[in-house]
């Protein structure tokens, strides 16, 4: 059975400016508060532009403005004047100037001021999902901007936590909030369903903490840390205040939320270009109650797989596993059509063996030639991962982890290389 049902036209036929993501650091200087460490998408480090328009959504989406007329230059502004434009942004959430915040500004207005112009672009693609969503939950439109620093607007980023979409959530925290993930199905990579998922999370950090500096904060570091950091900072409960007790990514992660909604609104007065956005064809959705492959809708329906899958990132093969439950298939209105007509014969037949092609069969283990040396692995620590939990799932022991790694104790972080074996 097949229900059509139209979804939000904006969406359209791109998804997804594919950057890479994870973090990187940048220390700043003696002007700055004292030992902090700015953590920023690595997927903002971007310096070709050409790089990042090598993708099927970008190349049909993306364009340069060539009546934009700039000297490229990026003028300087005094303390007074940052301030004042931070306090015109029509926000609910207070955006204060200080030097955390003009150290992340100066970044994106100048080495990442081209990656910030594919932003302007691919934010055309983005805000109405965001705002929508957040709308629906009554949460601070600016928030929009979170996305940004999270993962430069990439659905299918993954963080070298594990940490997926637009909204980089952990497995946990995404099936806590209603996101299915399997091996065939991951909708942390729906922008859609993940920004809902996302701005429930959000409203229900706010109701922890009455206050949305720290319900920022803790959707980065988690909860538990924002209330160890409120407790060594006497109660204080004012992001600043607390600010030197908190994790280093998370010291920097509402100063990179700040500076992105200086920049996003402030671009012109740094000389930024955005890239300009084409209007994508408007795209419906459908719901599949059987198996089908993409390879078949490609081939049916007069749609590429590329742009098939850039629609549908949730889908972590090209099976779209109906018969599990129903799914959603987006796609333009033609293809849908075509869908439509195509009757049974799109479908995967009934007694074919489903188990999705990309899925590689296990290698047998080499054994070690006379004179080799087994290559020991490594895994990279999850966030909230013990080394209990990293020595269960690689079959081993926590003695043999600490001695392996040289570590003494149980101290272990969230991006730490481990070796298992």
Known sequence: MITKYKIIKAYGSLLLLLFAFSPFQLLMGQEAEEDSTLVLPEGMQQKEIDSLLV??????????????????????????????????????????????????????????????????????????????????YQIPLELRYLP???????????????????????????????LEVTSLIDERRDPIKASYAAARYLHDLY??????????????????????????????????????????ET?????????????????????????????PMGTDTIQVS???????????????????????????????????HP???RMPSAAINAFIEAGDSIYV????????????????????????TARGSSVTVRNGDTLSDIARRNHTTVAKLQKLNGIKGSNIRAGQKIRVN
């Open 55 to 136: 993708e099927w959504q970008n190349r049909n989406f993306l364009f340069f403005d060539e009546s934009c007329e700039t000297t490229g230059q990026n003028p300087e502004f005094d303390a007074a004047t940052y301030a004042h434009r931070l306090r015109r942004l029509p926000n609910v959430i207070d955006m204060p100037y200080n030097n955390v915040v003009q150290k992340y500004i100066d970044l994106y207005s100048g080495r990442l001021r081209n990656s910030v112009a594919v932003l302007l672009g691919a934010s055309n693609f983005y805000n109405p999902i965001l705002e929508e969503a957040l709308e629906s």
């Open 148 to 178: 940004i620093i999270e993962s430069a607007l990439n659905p299918t980023a993954v963080s070298r936590a594990g940490a997926v979409g637009l909204w980089q959530f952990m497995i946990g925290t995404g099936k806590q909030y209603g």
């Open 207 to 248: 109701a922890i903490f009455g206050d949305w500096t720290l319900a920022i904060a803790s959707y980065n570091c988690g909860p538990n840390n924002i209330l160890k950091a409120i407790k060594r900072a006497g109660g204080a409960k004012d992001y600043w205040e607390i600010y030197p007790y908190l994790p280093a």
């Open 251 to 279: 010291r920097g992660y509402v100063p990179a939320f700040i500076a992105a909604n200086y920049i996003m609104n402030y671009y012109c007065d740094h000389n930024i270009c955005p890239i300009n956005t084409k209007l």
């Open 290 to 324: 059987r198996n089908v492959r993409m390879e078949r809708i490609s081939e049916l329906c007069g749609i590429s797989g590329e742009e098939l899958r850039a629609l549908n990132p949730q889908y972590r093969t090209s099976l779209i596993p109906g018969e599990i």
């Open 327 to 329: 799914c959603t298939l």
């Open 349 to 372: 037949p009934a007694n074919e063996n489903i188990i999705p092609r990309e899925i590689p069969v296990a290698e047998k283990p080499r054994r070690k030639g006379r004179g080799q």
